[in-house]
């Protein structure tokens, strides 16, 4: 997307900012990085500064790089986990050469080093996830070669232990996604990946899943002492119908419910690849809560400890698996849970069907955000990143529609962070070569109402004061002058003329539900568009500019039959062609016409498309052609349905149809009457034409001819 406004935060002695923890306010943005933890001030909508010029440097010592240069690994200390502990301290976790070490740090930035193990990886490419509800819930790999993952709490107080998974659990090369707290549960979903033991196949088969625990979990009194309780998993399935699935969950947000709706509508969105990754191929899924919690409520798999396979057998169901409170269960209750923590069902979709496929990039990264449009309608968006792109979609009933494709970087780069500011509308990227603020929106890019409301932006809005497309927040109105309306008599030669937006660009005519024939139209090569008027060519029409693949619509008409009481407004022979601009303030105006507002619905976009409604608004123009009036909302048109499915509007002028009714009817009456009585008169004269014949006596019937 050009014109593009984007802040980067670059240091030559600072790398890996992939790590990113807004403030409340989102005044203040804390960068994990690789030896450093940095506090930017991004109060400020175009900059991103040290806040008080202040840096702490967080470096392994020469006896740790010393170490860790025998293991042959990559001995800086790359911060992995950040959060806020409370209203005054930080706590961060670094692979510290490869010996981990976590730190309480308080917002004046001082530290204290302390044991980092099971807390933060070893390696510092390896994924993890860590979230604070009061104490420290990560998971992550608790060993240096990476073959014990984990789910622990940390930084219990009082009578709460730490707990951690069962050792014997078996899991394998689990990549962990995100953890996520979900408040009225009092649950901590993890999502991640790992080896499908439940399969049998020969090849590793990589599926998604989704686990939980609970908060107030204190372990078992002799069963599953320090352990959880209520750890359950369940599979994530992102596919559609009968086809082939996407496997490998890459990146997950969270989407709470609209306002008013129940918390079980709470909405997980999540980026998955096929397997292998490289396949080229992904997409977006969302799975509702209240699904998650349906599976989590059912059946359970059994595992066998001696062959690590599991398997559906039907079982007496002694507990509840991941159910809250089983700290006082039975021990039998509780090994019942030990053994059964893999739901039999799998999570599906929503509407059992994929929210979003691309066969051309591989995403890796997400946010999801409600959007209230200038019709108050709501609508979802999505910002999904690429090695170099970031993609805004908006879903609407027939799909998703990308909006924009905003180069981030020149040189693909390892993507590892997204942060999605809502209250500033800034999304942060996160790399290892530098740090990236991009605006969600840009409104002002759209140089007409045509543009800001075909691009389907739910964040952009046209104001008809400032004549511009604006954030949602500045328009003071959804409605806005959308094109020019041509009034025509039948039979007359129409030419439609479209500005060019570059002298590379090529102009094409669109109609909405209807296709531009070659023996009723022509295109000149000045790009304008000549016909005959017909009922079947009146209607509304599209100019699109095209160029290097992006498409944008320089203008709009709607071409309508004369009213045999509107007289010629003006009558300029050759009409005036305008590059289509932003009108000056300084454009003087002769009188105050009124433009005609166009509902998207009528230019065959879809029904959640934000729509426009009919106000009256100043316009300003310093050319006029001839046939081009105007459409107030006082002209009271009606909508005349034509056999090509457009609208053709019409006007009420002086209405006849009750005199021409009764005129007609006197007239049947009449020759009904006149066709009676001519009738009556033939069959009289045929009746008189007609003679009898004599018929023969009795006498002469009794002779004989001899």
């Given at each position: 997307s050009p014109g593009r406004r984007l802040t980067s935060f670059i240091n030559d002695d600072i790398k890996n900012t992939t790590l990113l923890l807004l403030t409340p306010d989102e005044e203040t943005l804390y960068v994990g990085a690789r030896d450093a933890l940095l506090e930017l001030d991004v109060s400020q909508k175009d900059a991103m500064t040290l806040k008080n010029k202040f840096q702490l440097d967080w470096s392994p010592s020469d006896k740790d790089l010393e170490q860790c240069s025998m293991k042959g690994a990559d001995c800086s200390n790359f911060i992995r986990v950040l959060e806020f502990l409370n209203s005054s301290h930080l706590y961060a976790c670094g692979t510290f050469a490869f010996s981990p070490r976590c730190t309480y740090i308080p917002l004046t930035m001082h530290q204290n080093l302390d044991e980092g193990r099971g807390r933060c990886p070893y390696d510092p490419y390896q994924r993890n996830t860590a979230v604070i509800v009061g104490e420290l819930y990560t998971g992550t790999v608790a060993d240096y070669r990476g073959n014990r993952p984990i789910i622990a709490r940390h930084l219990s107080e009082g009578k709460r232990l730490d707990l951690k998974l069962d050792d014997t659990l078996g899991w394998l090369e689990p990549t962990f996604i995100r953890s996520i707290y979900i408040p009225h549960e009092e649950k901590i979903y993890f999502f991640f990946s790992e080896a499908g033991r439940e399969y049998d196949f020969i090849n590793k088969f990589i599926v998604s899943r989704v686990s939980q625990i609970c908060v107030s979990d204190v372990g078992g009194q002799r069963t599953l002492q320090r352990r959880w309780t209520t750890f359950a998993k369940a599979q994530l399935l992102c596919q559609a119908g009968s086809e082939l699935p996407y496997n490998v969950l890459q990146d997950i947000s969270i989407l709470p419910p609209a306002e008013g709706a129940p918390a079980d509508d709470t909405l997980f969105y999540g980026i998955f690849t096929s397997q292998p990754v490289n396949s080229g191929r992904s997409a977006v899924c969302s799975f509702r809560l209240a699904d998650i919690k349906a599976v989590f409520s059912g059946n359970y798999k059994v595992l066998n400890r001696d062959t690590l396979q599991w398997s559906a057998r039907v079982q007496e169901k002694v507990a509840n698996p991941g159910e809250c409170g089983l700290h006082n269960a039975s021990d039998n209750?509780?090994?019942?849970?030990?053994?059964n923590f893999l739901t039999e069902d799998s999570v599906r979709p929503v509407a059992r069907s994929l929210t979003m496929v691309s066969a051309e990039h591989i995403y890796c990264r997400l946010s999801v955000q409600r959007v209230q449009a200038v019709n108050r309608k709501h609508y979802t968006m999505l910002f999904l990143l690429t090695a170099g792109q970031l993609h805004k979609a908006v879903l609407l009933r027939g799909g998703a529609h990308i909006i924009e494709e905003i180069q981030v970087f020149q040189n693909p780069q390892a993507v590892k962070s997204l942060k999605l500011s809502i209250p500033k509308g800034v999304i942060y990227v996160g790399t290892s070569e530098r740090l990236v603020k991009i605006p969600v929106s840009n409104c002002s890019f759209y140089w007409n109402c045509a543009q800001c409301v075909l691009s389907r932006d739910p964040f952009c809005a046209w104001d008809p004061v400032g004549r511009a497309c604006v954030e949602i927040f500045e328009a003071q109105t959804p409605t806005c002058p959308a094109g020019e309306l041509v009034s025509v008599s039948l039979n007359e030669v129409v030419r439609l003329h479209c500005p060019a937006a570059s002298q590379l660009s090529q102009q094409q005519w669109e109609r909405p539900n209807s296709r531009l024939s070659s023996s009723l139209y022509l295109q000149l090569k000045d790009g304008s568009l000549s016909f005959v008027a017909t009922p079947t060519t009146l209607g509304h029409y599209l100019c699109l500019s095209t160029e290097n693949g992006y498409r944008q619509t320089m203008a709009i008409y709607h071409v309508k039959q004369k009213s045999s009481q509107a007289p010629t407004s003006y009558t300029h022979q050759?009409?005036?062609?305008?590059?289509?601009?932003?009108?000056?303030?300084?454009?003087?105006?002769?009188?105050?016409?009124?433009?005609?507002?166009?509902?998207?619905t009528d230019l065959g976009q879809k029904d959640n498309t934000p729509s426009l409604s009919v106000q009256s608004i100043p316009a300003s123009s310093t050319h006029r052609a001839r046939n081009k009036t105007v459409w107030t909302e006082e002209s009271q048109w009606r909508g005349v349905k034509l056999h090509d499915g457009e609208l053709l509007v019409s006007s009420r002028g002086p209405c006849y149809l009750k005199e021409l009714v009764a005129v007609s009817i006197l007239l049947v009456l009449c020759l009904s009457l006149l066709i009676t009585i001519s009738?009556?008169?033939?069959?009289?004269?045929?009746?008189?034409?007609?003679?009898?014949?004599?018929?023969?006596?009795?006498?002469?019937?009794?002779?004989?001819?001899p």
């Open positions: 209750a509780l090994r019942f849970v030990k053994e050759t009409p005036v062609t305008q590059p289509a601009r932003r009108p000056s303030p300084n454009t003087s105006t002769g009188s105050l016409d009124r433009d005609f507002v166009l509902n998207p009738l009556y008169f033939i069959r009289q004269r045929c009746h008189c034409k007609t003679i009898p014949q004599p018929q023969p006596s009795s006498r002469d019937a009794g002779k004989v001819t």
